[in-house]
Each structure stands twice: as C-alpha cells, then as structure tokens.
C-alpha cells in the first residue's frame, strides 16, 4: 500500500504561485508513475500532469501547460506541483495518485490505484 499527502494548496490572488507537494510512504515511490488531479465543484475530477518512474517524461493537460510544472524527488518521496499565473479557473481541490506503470498516452486519466486526500487551491482576488 502506498499513503499519499498533499500540502501546499490555500488562497491566493490571480497570476500568483503555489507550489503543491506529495509526500509518499509505505512503499518504493520510485516504483509509481505519478499524476497530480483536480476537482472543481460541480466538476469532474481530471488530470493536469504526471510523470514517469525516474521523472524523465511528463504529460500536461493543455489547459496548464506552460504555467504548471511537475518534477518528483524520489530521494524524498516527493512529487511537486509548481503552479504559476494562477487564474480562478484553476481553483479547485488538488490530488496526486500513483499507479505502477506509465503510458503517456494514458496518465492524464483518472486510472490510478493510490489517491491522497486532496488540498483545496483557491484563485480569487
């Protein structure tokens, strides 16, 4: 089994940054591929990023590319979410999930097998 706990998220004003982390344990997270989620409400939960088991490949929704940036540290455990230019539109709650293999064609799809509990992200001014 694999625990996963975001931090990072809170409020912030439009074109700010955060940065999201998610510490892993329980298990090799150099094992996982591993995707960051987000759910406004109303909204279903889909996929902004994820990233490969060595953190050598990526994948970005197009609606985050070029603000959002993904990288892991699997010394610590950790996978990151740097969020720039934050707009309301972004506001929602922000999950990571891990899954054991990766496909770039498919890691932007809810398919994972290990969620964490989510951070809420709120854009407002």
């Known amino acids: 089994q694999l625990q996963l706990v975001e931090s990072g998220g809170g409020l912030v004003q439009p074109g700010g940054s955060l940065r999201l982390s998610c510490v892993a344990s329980?298990?090799?997270?150099?094992?996982?591929?591993m995707g960051w989620f987000r759910q406004a409400p109303g909204k279903e939960r889909g996929g902004i990023s994820c990233?490969?088991?060595?953190?050598?490949?990526?994948n970005y929704a197009d609606s985050v590319g070029g603000r959002f940036t993904i990288s892991r540290d699997n010394a610590e455990n950790t996978v990151y979410l740097q969020m720039k230019n934050l707009q309301p539109g972004d506001t929602a709650v922000y999950y990571c999930?891990?899954?054991?293999?990766?496909?770039?064609?498919?890691?932007?799809?809810?398919?994972?097998?290990?969620w964490g509990q989510g951070t809420p992200v709120t854009v407002s001014s």
């Open positions: 990233i490969s088991l060595s953190g050598s490949n990526t």
């Open positions: 329980g298990s090799a997270f150099n094992f996982y591929t």
């Open positions: 999930a891990a899954r054991l293999h990766w496909d770039d064609a498919t890691c932007l799809r809810p398919e994972y097998k290990f």
